[in-house]
């Protein structure tokens, strides 16, 4: 079952008149959809960043017998994409039954904090809804390489019969530029990068770079996204150090690690079970690249390995997740709460490796 993010239905105790179920609704910020009468059940259209507290108000109320948000059945989703089965990755989080659940919303935004997107990319192009560019730079095109690969591991144009496939299908990307051409960007940049990316709706904010040293000027940024309902991800860094490192490291952040195709701690991932918070897979990640010369030495698609590719993993299945649960704790929860306990959970990070399928479930129990 495919759960939308934007109805819900609504089944009233047959002894209910049709004033109190007026009465009841009237509280509700919604559009009547229909009434399907012989079994009670009202179905309406609400806020989707609201769905999931209207759901819980109804369901306390006494003449309310059910709520559920509406979901759709359908056949498995099984991408057409030609590299699909070359993507270990997605398939090891277990990808395909994710989306059964949901493919995400296409109002959700995530914003790759990175040294920009390929805007011009077949796989990309009609996800980017937003170019900004906060770094030194004269462009916000992707000139590295880096950016590309993270936003497409994230959320590429999925079933399209082209290239990648990406773990969140419908939600849309914010290219905001933080990193020079070099891979490079100052803590200014990367605060006036977080606190764009919430002013413009982003939801999720992926951050696959990392350094030793904290900065005050970008902890209140991400504390600004945080209070504002963003679910920022990071890199945990790629130095096999168990040493802080930031911004992954601070509280409001979920710390990835990355991981080997057998779950062990990738040789280069930085580890630290009271700062990193998940694993992921990154290793010879298959993602996209810029069209033209970039600093990797290759175009269209490649492989690169990071806990930089870890990261966007983490932030693809955060916003499927937010489409359906736009509490941003509640999301983390469910996130750590489900991963599948692989040595070095509990030492080398908090918790084990993402699962998608059994995260999103958990979400909508």
Known sequence: MNQ???RINVCFKSNTSREEVNNILSSINFDR???IPQINVYVLKVNPNSIRGIVR???????VDFVEVDGTMSTQLIPNDPLFNQQWGLLKINSTRAWNVTRGSSLLKIAVL???????HPDLNEKIVINVNFSTSSTTQDLNGHGTHVAGIAAAVTRNNLGVAGLAINPKIMNIKVLDDTGIGFFSDIANGIINATANGAKVINMSFSGPTSSSTVQNAVQY?????????????NDNSNNLHYPAAYSEVIGVAALNNDDTKASFSNYGASWVSVAAP???ILSTLPITANSTG?????????????????????????????????????????TVPITGAGTLYQNGRINAYAALLNITA
Do not use: C, H, W
């Open 4 to 6: 939308t993010s934007d």
């Open 33 to 35: 959809l229909t009434e």
């Open 57 to 63: 108000r109804l369901e306390k109320v006494n003449e």
């Open 114 to 120: 990175d040294t920009g997107v390929n805007a011009g």
């Open 225 to 237: 996204a945080a209070n504002n309902g963003v679910i920022l991800v990071a890199a945990a860094g």
């Open 282 to 284: 990154g290793v010879d």
């Open 298 to 338: 290759q175009t269209d698609y490649g492989n690169l390995s990071g806990t930089s590719q870890a990261a966007p993993f983490v932030s693809g299945l955060a916003a499927l997740m937010a489409s359906l649960e736009p509490d941003r704790a509640q999301v983390r929860a469910a996130i750590e709460s489900t």
